[in-house]
């Protein structure tokens, strides 16, 4: 049993599509993220979502928009691809105020835009 | 500002030997919590170990160690009797608090490589 899933694994898109990048956590927690993973294997935050409620939403360009439809979900809309948004993408999720639990990461979806 | 620095890019280790992966942090939060996640080829990231900026304790989970000295703001993690299975990229993490508010900054890792 997957704990958190991220579809697809792998997507290849062009210069101005629309993509969306869904994932799920079967963990019952209560906070999800998501991240993106440059080429250096830097990481940084980009949303996160307690209860569906948006709580954290960096610096990140409105062409990229989190959807929560449920504290189990969090999907990632990317509009009009540029080719510096190829990246691997992580959803993540943790237990709000659970002192000592890590997030727990999905497999990442790598995405190359041409 | 909180920052995490890792100023290893790059280790070779010889099998069965113990590691060190360094990791410094700044943070004004008097409340705080340094992670360790393990990233292997296979790109997943695995959560390792924990450590509490008020655990009295050092945090060890199986041959996972987290040497927490607080006055030097150092939180490294030590390997006990490396593995094969061990080489991989090691990510030092903090957040400040424990609200799910406070978000999760990542250094920029530490590859591992385990000679035989």
């Known amino acids: 049993d997957t704990a958190v899933s991220q579809t697809p694994k792998y997507l290849v898109t062009q210069m101005g599509n629309d993509k969306s990048i869904k994932c799920e956590q079967n963990l019952g927690h209560d906070t999800m993220y998501w991240y993106k993973q440059d080429s250096k294997k830097f990481l940084k935050i980009m949303f996160s979502y307690n209860n569906k409620e948006l709580i954290i939403n960096e610096t990140v360009p409105n062409r990229f928009s989190p959807k929560s439809p449920d504290k189990a979900h969090l999907n990632l809309h990317i509009n009009s691809l540029e080719l510096g948004d190829s990246a691997v993408y992580f959803c993540?999720?943790?237990?709000?105020?659970?002192?000592?639990?890590?997030?727990?990461f999905g497999p990442g979806t790598r995405l190359t835009v041409t | 500002a909180q920052k995490i620095t890792q100023t290893q890019p790059g280790m070779f280790v010889q099998e069965k030997e113990a590691v060190t992966l360094d990791c410094t942090y700044d943070?004004?939060?008097?409340?705080?919590?340094l992670f360790w996640y393990k990233q292997p080829s296979s790109g997943e990231m695995i959560f390792l170990i924990y450590q509490g900026s008020y655990d009295q304790q050092n945090a060890t989970e199986g041959r996972y160690s987290l040497n927490f000295q607080k006055a030097r703001k150092s939180a490294n993690l030590v390997i006990s009797a490396s593995q094969l299975g061990d080489s991989a990229m090691y990510f030092c993490?903090?957040?400040?608090?424990?609200?799910?508010?406070?978000?999760?900054?990542f250094g920029s890792g530490t590859r591992l490589s385990i000679r035989p």
């Open positions: 993540a999720s943790s237990q709000q105020n659970k002192k000592g639990q890590g997030q727990y």
């Open positions: 943070t004004s939060d008097p409340s705080y919590g």
């Open positions: 993490a903090m957040r400040g608090g424990y609200s799910s508010a406070s978000k999760i900054i």
